[in-house]
């Protein structure tokens, strides 16, 4: 056949439309090759997370790894848990933990287990608006077993490896102090005053167990503007959505007033729900109902036969020295320890107390703060330091209505006896406050404000209860108690899924522009 004949029919056959490439799988070339040498094959058979979550959030997560080679495993290896904008790991994913799975699993065997990892506070690198965050599993992650297929350690799929986790605001609580008692009306120093209240929660999130503080303040004076004594705290059980529980105590009295009351006789009486800072972490607290709702008129007296009010001979006095955070630069949602020494100047023990961290403005001013932290000091002598190191979070979102840049400049602020609960000389040294600290907004979702939480009154869409939602749940938990009773094992190999396809501008002609471009046209 001459050259032109040859070159003709070449021709005729590119014209009859695009030649198809095929590609052997290389993952499973790996496998055949390796077949022969009894090494064990790790993958990830079966991953199952929570329908939602909210950022910062702790989940329970099950899996389970199977070994689908031919050899056994000959020590420990780790499974690394990640979370993402995309189903693959990669180097934005973000690590969550791992789990250890012990020596001997054999060769067609699999391992459940189940481990609690905390969500990031804040959004992932490259997380849409979708509100999707990918959970995704590694196995053998420090690469301690030799395996016949390395590859699909990651990305076999959803339902395996893989996870979806939709990011929702968790619904908060409200609780509110709607009915308080007292008895008797006209009490006595040193004497039983007995406290009853009611406490609803008026919002669509359950509110955790918590303390209710009960606030003496002299007639006249406004609660919360420095004249405040804690008689205690009434302990308050969990409460779901919309539903109220009663509470009562009875309190003995100090025998002699204490300093901030001493003089009156008439007082008011004030319930404070959450003094944990459980469901609002922004204080301080104050009385929102009044007399007959969160407050009541009471009568305190001295004992009989008194003429005068008794002198306090022997108080202590506790005193903050310098506070100083772990790092000058803090990110919404974070942790960091925070440092500082109490100290007692006074003459007597003052038995238990409490040092408050709260975040404040750049002026240091406690009129509105953040609360971040308690730590509980049992005792301190007179003339003795107690140095504290606490570890302290910031909430990763506001309550609805409070509006801070994503970037600023704020203030530690340590204070000892934040409830006035102590009899003290006086408290003009129970606070001290941290040079200035950076706040920043970590993530990528373009927001110039520190995220809030839903209206207390208001449900979210994505948290109103839906059959759809219902079955998800019903199978998610199908799923995870299969899992955990060794019931996911795969009935056929499992192999790395190629990643999902994506747009290019670039399009593969039948004809190549150049040999030189040959390769960026096709890839």
Known sequence: MSDKRRSEGRRRAWGRGPIILRFDSLEKREVLSAAGHALPDLVGSSFVAVQDADWGSTVTVTGQVTNQGDGATTGPFNVAIYAGSRATVNRLSVSLGEVTIPDGLAAGQSVPFTATVRLP?????GMGSSGLLHLSLKVDSQKQVAEANERNNSGVG?????????????QPAQLIATSVGTYPAAATWGKTLSITTQVTNKSYG??????????????????????????????IPAIQPWQTV????????????????????????????DADFLTNPVGPHFAIGGTGIDQAAVTITLPSGATATPIHESLPDLAIATVTPSTSDLAWGG?????????NMGTVDPGAFRVRFLLVGP???????????????PGLAPGYSQPITQTVSLPSRLPSGILLDGIGTA???AVADPENGLNETFKNNNTATSSPV????????GSTFVPNTPDPETLLNVNRPSLAKYQKATKLAQAAAATQNGQATPHKKLFRRPPPKTSSGKTLGVFPKSVGNFFSDIF
Not at 335 to 342: A, E, G, N, P
Not at 438 to 445: A, I, K, Q, T
Request: aromatic share 6%; charged share 10%.
């Open 246 to 273: 009663n509470a009562e105590k009875s309190f003995t009295l100090p025998a002699i007033p204490p300093v901030l009351l001493s003089g009156y006789s008439q007082f008011t009486l004030t319930i404070l729900p």
């Open 363 to 377: 002026s240091g001013n406690t009129a509105r703060t953040i609360f971040l932290g308690d730590a509980i000091i």
């Open 121 to 125: 506070a804040n959004p992932v690198p």
């Open 438 to 445: 950076s706040l920043r907004l970590l993530g990528s979702d």
């Open 411 to 413: 203030k530690i602020v």
């Open 158 to 170: 959803p339902g395996y490896d893989q996870s979806v986790v939709s990011i929702a605001p968790t």
């Open 335 to 343: 942790s960091f320890d925070v440092s500082t020494t109490v100290q």
């Open 206 to 235: 359950a509110a955790p167990a918590t303390r209710a503080q009960v606030v003496l303040t002299p007639a006249g004076i406004v609660q919360g503007t420095g004249s405040d004594v804690t008689l205690g705290s009434i302990t």
